[in-house]
């Protein structure tokens, strides 16, 4: 008798594990997934809380593994939208992917607090990436070799800012990082460190350096006098519709009621 109860116990434990299972995959769920750019962070993270508010029956998902992998994700249906910091490339767009431009982000030159430089031309960061000035007191700084900090191959931050100083391939990094807030983490604790990272992620532990006299900001950017900018893209597959609910969320961000949220998390809404 007891060995009927305790089989029955388990049949039922394992029928209830299956439904349970069975509506976590229903197709009632309303989800929105998005994967890639880490400087994207702050700029998608407002707009899927503002999407969640509207609709309490979605869940909104954000997987920030940088914008080769986010290309990566959506090009194999295991996200609904992608999120890059640099254009979509030809052979991309080829294989079969859209980019659609949310936002413009500055790319912030970034230094220690403690480092009495403050503007730097474009000329000088490419020099100074390409291992050609080597010491703070080359460009005004104190006597102390510079430390180059930057991102891991394939992010979109680098990406851009490779492509503006025309340093593709030839920078001398001592360390190559997989995200913003690391980049941003190891600048602020090395007074001798530069780096780079999106001006919507900055924070007072370091010092944004203005580029050829122009500091960036929102208006500076938008009115492109601050050099060192690339678009914030959403990625999407050209044969394959997007969920109703995605869609959904993809409207909203790219509409006008999406502007003022876009500007709130420091960059400049490509409408």
């Known amino acids: 008798m ?100 949310l936002a413009y982000d500055g790319i912030a030159i970034i230094v220690n607090p403690e480092n009495p430089v403050t503007d730097l031309s474009l000329e000088q960061i490419a020099a100074i990436y390409k291992g050609e000035i080597t010491n703070w007191s080359e460009v005004g700084g104190n006597d102390a070799e510079i430390v180059l900090i930057g991102r891991e191959a394939g992010s979109g931050t680098r990406d851009g800012f490779e492509s503006v100083t025309d340093t593709e391939d030839v920078c001398k990094y001592r360390q190559e990082l997989t995200s913003t807030g690391d980049v941003i983490t190891t600048v602020g604790s090395n007074p001798d460190a530069i780096g780079y990272a999106s001006l919507a992620s900055v924070k007072d532990s370091i010092k944004v350096l203005a580029v050829d006299g122009v500091t960036p900001s929102e208006a500076t950017v938008k009115d492109g006098s601050y050099a060192v900018q690339r678009p914030f893209v959403l990625v999407t597959k050209s044969d394959t519709e997007l969920s109703e609910t995605a869609q959904e969320f993809f409207d909203f961000i790219t509409s006008a009621d999406a502007v003022e949220l876009i500007s709130g998390a420091g960059v400049v809404a490509a409408k």
Do not use: W
């Not at 305790?6 to 069975?22: G, I, Q, R, Y």
């Not at 707009?47 to 869940?59: I, N, P, R, Y």
């Not at 914008?67 to 490339?89: K, M, N, P």
């Open 2 to 101: 007891k060995r009927t109860k305790k089989m029955f116990a388990l049949a039922a434990s394992a029928l209830l594990a299956a439904s349970l299972f069975a509506g976590c995959k229903s197709e009632d769920a309303k989800t929105v997934s998005t994967d890639g750019s880490t400087s994207m962070a702050s700029v998608i993270g407002a707009l899927g809380e503002a999407f969640e508010a509207e609709h309490s029956d979605v869940t909104f998902t954000y997987n920030p593994t940088g914008s080769s992998s986010g290309i990566q994700a959506v090009s194999e249906g295991r996200c609904d939208i992608g999120l890059s910091s640099r254009a979509l490339s030809e052979e991309e767009k080829a294989s079969g992917l859209t980019e659609t431009i």
